[in-house]
């Protein structure tokens, strides 16, 4: 069997919001653009909603991953996947009904994605996970960029990934918070296949190059599939 490719995943919270679609130009050979929803009361920040989301899917070929910080997304997320993103994560702590809504988004087209904080245990959801085509173990508290990686959270990774290993489930295992060169390796040893990055991609003198570096540093500590 071949060696999985690692996905990097930039994320235009460290971008320029006045040019995003020059922006995600500048990492078009990344694999998806990863797009960071925030309202203020999940977390304590506010970025974006429907309307540039739905802009910027006219506007780039990337596949957008568009990360659900918000309160209610029961009601919420759907419609991002109407507005055409490819994969829509919501989080565990602030979803009524997490089945009902990952069969909401795959029923409007896009990915199902479950993301879920430091501090929540990952065990609760195992089972639900069946839904999903996606889990975002963020690698620092949501809500803001550029915070340092969390390497105590990796045992979550290392858990789905056996599940994954030995069929029980088929999914995208995503790390969110503090990617860049010197972390990214640990989290993919731990068994990652998806990688965001924000700083480390949108600070760099070169988006393009610093995605191919974080991509070659995540292939080369890849484990082989079992
Ligand atoms: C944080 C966001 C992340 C953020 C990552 O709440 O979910 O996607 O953009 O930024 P870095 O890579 O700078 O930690
Ligand atoms: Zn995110």
């Given at each position: 069997?071949?060696?999985?490719?690692?996905?990097?995943?930039?994320?235009?919270?460290?971008?320029?919001?006045?040019?995003?679609?020059?922006?995600?130009?500048?990492?078009?050979?990344?694999?998806?653009?990863?797009?960071?929803?925030?309202?203020?009361?999940?977390?304590?920040?506010?970025?974006?909603?429907?309307?540039?989301?739905?802009s910027?899917?006219?506007?780039?070929?990337?596949?957008?991953?568009?990360?659900?910080?918000i309160?209610?997304?029961?009601?919420?997320?759907p419609?991002?996947?109407?507005?055409?993103a490819?994969?829509?994560?919501?989080?565990?702590?602030?979803?009524?009904?997490?089945?009902?809504?990952?069969?909401?988004?795959?029923?409007?087209?896009?990915?199902?994605?479950?993301?879920?904080?430091?501090?929540?245990?990952?065990?609760?959801?195992?089972?639900?996970?069946?839904e999903?085509?996606?889990?975002?173990?963020?690698?620092?508290?949501?809500?803001?960029?550029?915070?340092?990686?969390?390497?105590?959270?990796?045992?979550?990774?290392?858990?789905?990934?056996?599940?994954?290993?030995?069929?029980?489930?088929r999914?995208?295992?995503?790390?969110?918070?503090g990617?860049?060169?010197?972390?990214?390796?640990?989290?993919?040893?731990?068994?990652a296949?998806v990688?965001?990055?924000?700083s480390?991609?949108?600070?760099?003198?070169?988006?393009?190059?610093?995605?191919?570096?974080?991509?070659?540093?995540?292939?080369?500590?890849?484990?082989p599939p079992?």
């Amino acid at each position: 069997m071949n060696r999985p490719e690692p996905m990097i995943a930039p994320s235009i919270l460290s971008a320029d919001f006045a040019h995003l679609a020059d922006e995600a130009d500048a990492v078009s050979g990344a694999d998806w653009l990863h797009v960071d929803v925030m309202d203020a009361h999940f977390v304590p920040n506010l970025t974006l909603g429907l309307p540039v989301v739905k802009s910027l899917h006219r506007a780039t070929d990337l596949p957008l991953d568009c990360h659900l910080m918000i309160d209610d997304p029961d009601r919420w997320a759907p419609p991002y996947a109407e507005a055409g993103a490819a994969n829509v994560t919501f989080h565990v702590e602030a979803a009524a009904d997490v089945v009902q809504t990952a069969r909401a988004i795959r029923a409007a087209g896009a990915l199902a994605g479950l993301a879920i904080k430091p501090g929540t245990p990952v065990e609760p959801y195992l089972e639900v996970l069946r839904e999903f085509d996606t889990v975002l173990v963020m690698t620092v508290e949501p809500g803001f960029g550029g915070q340092a990686f969390r390497a105590e959270v990796l045992p979550k990774v290392r858990t789905i990934r056996t599940l994954v290993s030995s069929g029980h489930l088929r999914l995208f295992v995503e790390v969110d918070g503090g990617i860049a060169l010197d972390t990214i390796a640990a989290a993919a040893e731990a068994g990652a296949d998806v990688f965001v990055a924000g700083s480390a991609v949108y600070e760099a003198d070169d988006p393009a190059a610093a995605v191919e570096g974080l991509r070659r540093a995540a292939r080369a500590a890849m484990p082989p599939p079992r």
